[in-house]
Each structure stands twice: as C-alpha cells, then as structure tokens.
C-alpha cells in the first residue's frame, strides 16, 4: 500500500524551546517496496515513523495510506492505531519476557478476539516463515538475540498488516549478527512484498535493504532516490557524505561543454559531469575514494599530483591520505602497493566519477 504524506508537522516545546521535529515532510513510499528513512540522531525519523502509525499526533498536514486517509487536521480526521492495519517493529526487543513464544507472537491476534483454532494456525504459518518452527514453547528469553528480533518481527507480521514499520531493529545486535539478521530481513520482506518502512542511522543498512531511501536532516527530507543513485548521485553535498566517504572539495564552475563543467579548486581544475544547478548555488566536487585511478594514462584527463601523508592497513586496502596543497585527499590503495608515506604519487579520476552537488 502506498502511503503519502503530505505537509507533516511535529513541533515539540521542551523547556521555553521549540523543536522542529517535522518541518513540512512531503513524501510519498511506493507500495510494496522497502523504505528506508536514513539521517543522524534527532533529525526525526522515530517521529515520522510514530506519526504514520498513529502512536503520534501531528500538529498539521496529512498522512494517507492507501486510499485512507488516516490523518489530517485540516480534514480532523483521525484513524486510531490498531485501525490502521500496520505492523511494527521497534529498537528494543519489545517481546514479553514472561510469555513464551508462541503466546508473543498470538497477542495480537488473541487482542483482535480471533477464534483459537484461527490463532494456532496464523502463529504456525507465522513462525514458519520466520524460520521459528518448533520454538512454540521456548520463553521468550531463552532465545538468542536474532531469534528474539525474528519473534518480534513474526509479531509484527502475524495480523497480515498492509504496511510494515521498522524503527533501528537490528542496532542492539552485534556487528555479525546484525549483517545476517539485515539478509534475513530482506529476503523475508521480498517474500513477504508488502509495503515496508525500515527507519535507521546505519547507512550500510539502508544500502543493502532499501528500494528507495529518503534521506533526513533537521525535520525535512533531503534527497529521495534509490541505493545507487544516493551513493554515486546525490545531489546534495549532506547526503553524499553521509552515504559514504567522500572526498569534498568547495569548486566553482568557469566553463561548460555540453558534456562537461570545468571546475576550479583547491587541487586544480578539474574536469567534472556536467549538472544544472541554481545559480545561487554554491558547489562542492564529490570524489569517492574508490574512483580515485592510481595507475593514470600519461594523457589522462584530471591527472593530479601530492605526497603520501599517511598510509593505513585495513586489511582490504591501505587507508591513505594524499597531500594536494590545502587538501587532504582520502584513497583507498591496493593492499599490494609499495606507496609509502612521503613518497609523491600521481592519481587520476575520469570526469564521470567528478560529481557536482550542492553545498
Ligand atoms: N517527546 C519529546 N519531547 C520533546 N522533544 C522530543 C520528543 N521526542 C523527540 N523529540 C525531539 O525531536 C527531535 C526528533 O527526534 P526523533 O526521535 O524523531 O529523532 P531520530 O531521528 O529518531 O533520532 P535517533 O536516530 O537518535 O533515534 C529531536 O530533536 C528530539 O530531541
Ligand atoms: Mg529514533
């Protein structure tokens, strides 16, 4: 189901201060498709997320799922929580301790008044699908960490929601267990093909999840796009280092091709893809480490020259920073290399990996 959101605002006063926490959030997620809201701590993602679930009430706009509309203000319209036909999965387990696994994952439907026979075989189909078969009658606290994110996630799932709603569900697992849980979730909800809501601050997480990332600073959506298009093509300088390391220099367009801009900057002039921007603009060069050709053709184009200043070992690659006069430029290295630190070194990088955005 695809849910819009239009206008959305939440402001919070906390001590004689206003806060922001949705200023005007205009978006619109595609049914049947995972999407990710990614930003750093208190840009308002578990705020948006409670205002579609409803556990928030907006102070204006509109929020639409479906065909319903579940919230406005201008409209008063008001759709309660448990009318909403969401599932969600929230940071903290939210599994009850006490309760085993079976009666976990039967609450909701035991809430919803749904004959017993009916329960067993939801919960049943339920488990199953998560791959819990068998754990019925484990407490909820015997399991392992992964299991007890999937006894929540079968929670979630076990009333067929139209939408599912995921607030950082993986963060209180260890690095390993995350990366499987993370494959698990996405083979899952691609079975599953309903519409999927995923909010986190990990952006390795949103790139291996998402269809679609929308990415948040302060109350407002910044960029929306897929997993490549935000990390090779943002448009906007927040979102390009936020998705990854970059390098980002301040440049100023002094030439235009059809193809091409021709940029001034603190390592050179550099030949960049071409972009339209709004003149008042002012522009950032956006080079990933991995882009950077440390093997250039004589007559390569953007062929540039500085000394190693650090060189890091990181196993797959040697972190390195490159002096270029005022910059310091990041490269990965192959791990192979016989760089050493002060050595120079001379670098190219292909005009369409030399990305404009807007600072
Ligand atoms: N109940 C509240 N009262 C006052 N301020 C609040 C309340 N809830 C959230 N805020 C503020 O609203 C802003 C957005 O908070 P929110 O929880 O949505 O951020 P977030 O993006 O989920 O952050 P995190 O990644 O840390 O979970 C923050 O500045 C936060 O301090
Ligand atoms: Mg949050």
Known sequence: MQITITGLKKHYHSEGKTIRALDGVNLTIEANKIFT???PSGCGKTTLL??????????????????????????????????????MVFQ?????????????????????KMPKDEIAKRV???????????????????????QQQRVALARALVAEPKVILFDEPLSNLDAKLREETRKELRMFLGELGITAVYVTHDRVEALALSDMIGVMRAGN??????????????????????????????AKVTEETSEHSLVTTAIGSVVCQKRSFDPSDELTLCIRPE???????????NRITG?????????????????????????????????????????????????????
């Open 92 to 112: 903290t387990y939210a599994i009850w301790p006490h309760m085993n696994v079976f009666n976990n994952v039967a609450y909701p439907l035991q809430n919803m």
């Open 221 to 250: 959506i910044v960029e929306l796009g897929t997993p490549k298009k935000i990390y090779f093509d943002a448009d906007h300088q927040f979102v390009a280092d936020f998705i990854g390391r970059a390098n980002l220099i301040p």
């Open 37 to 39: 809201l990614l930003g």
């Open 291 to 301: 882009f950077l050709d440390f093997k250039p053709a004589s007559d390569a184009i």
């Open 124 to 146: 049943a189909k339920t488990l199953k699908f998560v791959q819990l078969e068998g754990f019925e009658n484990r407490p909820a606290t015997r399991l392992s960490g992964g």
């Open 307 to 359: 000394v190693v200043e650090q060189m890091v070992f990181v196993g797959e690659v040697y972190e390195s920073e490159i002096r270029v006069g005022t910059e310091l430029i990041f490269a990965k290295l192959d791990p192979q290399t016989t760089l050493k630190e002060g050595d120079h070194v001379t670098f190219s990088m292909k005009p369409e990996h030399c990305l404009l955005v807007s600072r």
């Open 50 to 87: 409670r205002c579609i679930v409803g556990l928030e009430t907006p102070d204006e706009g509109e929020i639409k799922i479906g065909d319903t509309i579940v919230w406005s203000n201008e409209k008063n319209i008001y759709v309660p929580t448990e009318k909403r036909e969401l599932g």
